[in-house]
Each structure stands twice: as structure tokens, then as C-alpha cells.
């Protein structure tokens, strides 16, 4: 099955952009070298990313790291010309405006086209760096000895396109805030754990300060490149306490529960972890996937936290995002439940973050 869909995507994929050089070439003033460029780009782009997920640990790690950010960045602007393209040939086919000539061996056309690209990406790569503090405020209704503070983060993405350098900015941000706990729901690794071994990266995890440690649920990413147990001996050297599917006790007054990522076909039920728990005491359940706040509720879970949706990433991926999912960000709560969906602290694929932020959350939970 999962060949079948791989074989759909890639057909999908190779045809959009077919379509989409096609519309360049024919944007594309008649200048013969500009147009050569444009067919060799178009065979050359096809390539990086597809090659840095398939052939990723068989290949230098600095030479993947380069395939993937080409890769992953084309996938961001490739979006966007098809868009732009569909929407002009939507105008041509309509006869609202005829704008063939306008945009045909056009020096005005190609120009307009490589600028508005062009910044959309800068902004949007600006945008991605600079990383927005969330603080909320949550009162519970159970005794809490005294106010918890947590710093919650998803989606790291470690791997070939997040390094070494950008976490220990990270680090820097969330040990600022003096947290007692820090919490992750999912997608620390980027599939692969190879170049964070090799660039030593766990040493850098460890520098996260935090009262009663570092806890995370996996996500989907962690389980993608099929080496789940390369990846746990990762975050455990990384001193990052995962919990699968089981719940731990935090100083004999709260827990955190982890959930196995929804993307396993026999994770196990929320109602199972919780039913020998102490229900009196507060309980926090991190799970990647923003998929159970109903049934946190059924179990008298006190809060919920999740990422894996990035809050859209990219506009108009963000449409889809929220039309597939109920909750796909920000706050919620319900019958005593408190709900929050992080966008995430990095970032799949091209660094740009268009119509969303990356963000660290500080949360003050405090009892009755």
C-alpha cells in the first residue's frame, strides 16, 4: 500500500512540475541559454529531495544536508509558481482578461515572476527565524503544591536541515525562561538520527535546564525513516525522557503521559494509561497528533498538548491543514480539559514560514 501511495505521489509530483516548467518555458524570453537553463533546472530540481530521502544515510552527511535544503526549498517554490500559473491560466480560459501575450517570451512577465518569488521566500524566511514567545496563563481544578512552570515545543526536525548552530539559539531561548519542566510533543528527529550523531547533537540537548527534566511523545517523523531504535538511543544520550504509551509520576504530585504517535496502528488507548493513575492529581498528556481532545476529556485529563500541524507552515497549505484537522491551533478547552496545538519551534523542509509563526510555549499552570 505504502508503495502504491509513494508511486501516486511521484506521479502527481513529476507532472505538476512538467506543468509548471512548462509555463516558464513559456514565460521565458527566446534567449537560447536562458532557456537551456530552464530545461536543465527542470531535470535538476526533480532530483535533490527525492535522493537525500531515499539514499540520505548512504551518502556524506554534508552533501545530503546541501541535497535536502535544495530539495525541500524547491518543493516551497514550486508550490507557489503552480498556484500563480493555475490562476493565470484560470483568467486565460475564462476570457476575463486576455493576458496570453502578457505572459508569453516575456521579459516583464519572467521578471514580475522571479521578484515576487523571490521576496515572498526572504519574508518568509524571516519570518521563520524569528521565533515567537507564547506564555499562557492555566488554572486547574486540582490541587497543585505550587505553580508549574512548563515550557512546551514540538517539531524540532532535527536532521540535515536543522543543526547544531540553530538549536543552541533554541536552547538559549528556553532556558531564559527558568522552566521546571520542559515537555515535547514529538518530531525531535527528522527522520534520520545519522547526522545528529555525527555532529554530536545530543550533547547539545543535555544543556536544556529544567527543575525535573525533559519529557517528549514521539511523533510520525520519529518512526518515517523506519530506525525508531536508532532514534531512541538518540534522545535517551540526548537525556530525553520518552514515554510511549505509559505515564510517569513528577514528584509524587503530577504526571505526564505520553502517547505513542497516532500513526502507530496498535497504540494503545488513553482510558488504558490512565485507569490505575491517581485522578486526583493533575495529569498532562503530550500526543504529536491533535486528534484527541475528546477523549482527553472522557479521561479528566487537566491538559493536552500537540504539534505536527506547523499552523499551516505555508499559506494556503494552512487551509488544508485546518479543514483536516478540528483543532489545529492555539488554545482550547473544554468541560476542564485545557487544549493547546503548537505550530512548532523548527520547521519541515525550506526554512519559510508564510502565514504562520515557529513558537516556544511558557505555560503557568497552577491548582485550585
Known sequence: MRAVQLILILIVFFGANVYVFYRLFMMTPTVLPLQILLILAAVILQLPFFVSLLLGNSLPTKLVSVLYQIGTSWIIIFLYLFIIFALLDIISITHLINIRPLIT??????????GFV??????????????????????????????LRIVAISDLHLGYGIKKDELEGWIGLINAENPDIVLIAGDVVDNFAKP??????????????????????????????????RN??????????????????????????????????????????????????????????????????????????????????????????????KHSYGYHTANGTHFYITSGLGIWGGKFRIGSRSEYVVINLQGR
Not at 486547574?140 to 505553580?147: E, Q, S, T, V
Not at 550533547?203 to 525508531?228: C, D, F, P, S
Not at 499559506?315 to 483536516?324: C, D, E, G, T
Open 232 to 325: 531512541l538511543n538518540f534522545l535517551s544520550q540526548a537525556n530525553v525522557q520518552v514515554l510511549r504509551d505509559s505515564a510517569t509520576l513528577i514528584d509524587n504530585t503530577f504526571y505526564i503521559i505520553g502517547r505513542d504517535d497516532a500513526s502507530r496502528k496498535y497504540r494503545n488507548s488513553l482510558a488504558n494509561i490512565t485507569d490505575r493513575l491517581d485522578h486526583t492529581k493533575p495529569m498532562i498528556v503530550l500526543d504529536h497528533q491533535p486528534s484527541g481532545f475528546e477523549e482527553a476529556q472522557k479521561c479528566g485529563i487537566d491538559l493536552l498538548l500537540s504539534g505536527h500541524t506547523h499552523g499551516g507552515q505555508v499559506f494556503p497549505i494552512s487551509l488544508v491543514v485546518k479543514a483536516v484537522f
Open 118 to 147: 523571490s521576496i515572498l521566500l526572504i519574508v518568509g524566511n524571516i519570518v521563520y527565524y524569528n521565533k515567537k514567545r507564547v506564555e499562557i496563563d492555566i488554572k486547574i481544578d486540582k490541587p497543585l503544591a505550587r505553580p
Open 105 to 114: 517570451h516575456s521579459w516583464l512577465a519572467w521578471g514580475v515572476l522571479i
Open 196 to 229: 545528529l550523531f555525527e555532529d554530536k547533537v545530543y550533547k547539545t540537548l543535555r544543556r536544556i535546564k529544567a527543575r525535573y527534566g525533559v519529557y517528549m511523545a514521539l511523533g510520525n517523523h520519529e518512526y518515517i525513516g523506519g530506525e525508531i531504535d
